[in-house]
């Protein structure tokens, strides 16, 4: 009898050992606590998990080096849809809300930047307001810190680009936002960056009727005139098309345009229809152009920017030509104000201007 010899590879060994190896293990495949000297960039389901679960550790129980380190670990995988909608299940700004407290400015700072990433999604922006971030980030910008005023202003400028985001931010600090976003306009200590994040963060708040009422109450509109003033307006070009985007919301709505107009915008707003920015220029006409609806205010205007509107009419941006348009379409309604115009606008441009069946269109 001739025995069979099994010449495969699978094992026959059936013994205990064995068949541990082959079975699953069937144990946790994480340790049930937070291993807080163990921070690493985590992958897989649990990659944001892990470092909300590391940000949420006291202080006693991580230094602030390795809540840097989580911190900005956590901002760099909150670049898709996903880890944000992940992480705000996870209810992330809670936490990191908290961080804003903190005695560290880098921790203020990455704390006020992972804010401004949630603040991208509606979930997002909710989560930031329940935790009462917009509040705590206002402070922020009177921070002894630059980095930390820049980082604030940031994450309220993108609540703000939405309108449940704008709406949360003006009512946030007991409406005390859009006055302290104002004052930080003209803050000596702040860099021009956070100045012009103040000034876009105002702009996308005044683009309602009830956000020019709150700007109105806080006197934006001085606060905005001063800043053209400054040093940063002439060098600067995001400040100043920042600073005259929300002068334009302020100036077309009806009582927001009274108000401008007495405290001399008028003066203000003629400098900028030079400038070599076409926003700039789009801006300031936008403003001139809801200005000058009043009837007091359209000799004013043309004593003041009656040959920079003449010659804006040939500018090779078509929606600056219009405003310019405009602009000399409502102050002709002025015997006055149209005296002045016959002394600089050519046969052409006064054809074109007087010509009813032309209308400028607003922009």
Same mark, same amino acid.
């Given at each position: 009898?001739v ?6 590879h699978?094992t ?8 541990k ?6 144990s946790?495949?994480?340790p ?15 990659h944001?998990?892990?470092l ?40 992330t700004a809670?936490?990191?809300a ?11 700072? @990455? !704390? /006020? &930047? $992972?804010l %401004?990433?949630?603040?991208h999604s509606? +979930? #997002?922006?909710?989560? *930031?307001?329940?935790a ?5 980030c ?9 980095a930390?005023r ?5 994450f309220?400028?993108a ?9 949360y931010?003006?009512?946030a600090?007991e409406?005390?936002v859009?006055?302290?976003?104002a ?13 012009? @994040? !103040? /000034? &876009? $963060?105002? %702009?996308?708040c005044?683009?309602?009727? +009830? #956000?020019?009422l709150? *700007?109105l109450?806080g006197?934006?509109?001085?606060h ?7 040093e940063?307006?002439?060098?600067h ?30 003066v ?17 006409t ?20 009656r040959?920079?509107?003449?010659a804006?009419?040939?500018d ?13 379409q ?5 015997p ?17 201007v ?9 922009y």
């Amino acid at each position: 009898m001739v025995k069979h010899v099994n010449n495969n590879h699978a094992t026959r060994a059936y013994s205990g050992e064995a068949l541990k190896e082959r079975l699953p293990d069937l144990s946790d495949p994480f340790p049930s606590g937070v291993v807080s000297d163990e921070i690493a960039l985590a992958y897989g389901r649990r990659h944001v998990c892990k470092l909300i679960d590391v940000v949420s550790l006291p202080s006693s129980d991580l230094p602030e080096n390795e809540l840097h380190r989580a911190l900005r670990y956590l901002l760099s995988i909150l670049t898709n849809q996903e880890s944000k909608a992940e992480a705000v299940s996870l209810n992330t700004a809670a936490p990191v809300a908290a961080l804003l407290k903190r005695d560290d400015p880098e921790t203020r700072r @990455l !704390a /006020c &930047e $992972t804010l %401004a990433a949630l603040a991208h999604s509606l +979930d #997002g922006r909710k989560s *930031a307001n329940d935790a009462d971030a917009p509040s705590a980030c206002t402070a922020l910008l009177k921070d002894d810190d630059g980095a930390v005023r820049v980082a604030a202003a940031g994450f309220l400028a993108a609540m703000a680009k939405h309108s449940d985001g704008a709406a949360y931010v003006m009512s946030a600090a007991e409406g005390g936002v859009v006055a302290a976003l104002a004052a930080a306009a003209n803050d000596d200590e702040s860099s021009h960056v956070a100045k012009t @994040l !103040a /000034c &876009e $963060t105002l %702009a996308l708040c005044t683009l309602t009727d +009830d #956000g020019v009422l709150v *700007a109105l109450r806080g006197g934006t509109a001085v606060h905005l005139m001063r800043a053209l003033e400054r040093e940063e307006a002439r060098t600067h070009t995001a400040f100043r098309a920042a600073v005259a985007r929300c002068l334009k919301n302020v100036c077309q709505h009806e009582t927001g345009k009274i108000q401008a107009f007495e405290k001399d915008v008028v003066v203000s707003l003629a400098p900028l229809l030079r400038s070599r920015d076409a926003d700039v220029r789009l801006q300031a006409t936008g403003a001139l152009m809801g200005v000058t609806t009043e009837n007091d205010a359209k000799l004013a205007v043309m004593k003041a920017a009656r040959n920079d509107l003449s010659a804006l009419l040939r500018d090779p941006t078509a929606a600056v030509a219009e405003n310019a348009l405009a602009i000399l379409q409502n102050c002709c309604e002025s015997p006055a104000a149209k005296k002045l115009a016959l002394e600089v606008l050519s046969a052409r441009d006064l054809a074109l201007v007087l010509n009813p069946q032309v209308v400028g269109v607003s922009y």
